[in-house]
Nanobody, 115 residues
Framework: QVQLVESGGGLVQPGGSLRLSCAAS????????MAWHRQVPGKQREFVAV???????NYADSVKGRFTISRDNAKNTMYLQMNSLKPDDTAVYYC?????????WGQGTQVTVSS
């Protein structure tokens, strides 16, 4: 079993930055893929970014060039550095991973981009 806890969300002005963290309850060294998704009320949860155990990354077109996903296996933590934030980035951000065939989600952290 894996518990995931997100943190780092908040209110930021357009053009600002935030760094989200996702702390796992067990070693993530053996966990291949970890990802961030986001959801706006009334809309489907959407993919944001993914990172493999050897650091290969992929991003949604809407965040490419602005967001950076990373992981620190020694700290059992994944990160999402978000720069040049736009109002359209406002959402609840979730981290997710699969372990032994079971998909796990965190509780989410709210990101609000507004002036």
């Amino acid at each position: 079993q894996v518990q995931l806890v997100e943190s780092g969300g908040g209110l930021v002005q357009p053009g600002g930055s935030l760094r989200l963290s996702c702390a796992a309850s067990r070693s993530i060294f053996s966990i291949n893929v970890m990802a961030w998704h986001r959801q706006v009320p009334g809309k489907q949860r959407e993919f944001v970014a993914v990172i493999s155990s050897d650091g290969i990354t992929n991003y949604a077109d809407s965040v490419k060039g602005r967001f950076t996903i990373s992981r620190d296996n020694a700290k059992n933590t994944m990160y999402l550095q978000m720069n040049s934030l736009k109002p359209d980035d406002t959402a609840v951000y979730y981290c997710t991973t699969s372990f032994r065939g079971v998909k796990y989600w965190g509780q989410g952290t709210q990101v609000t981009v507004s002036s």
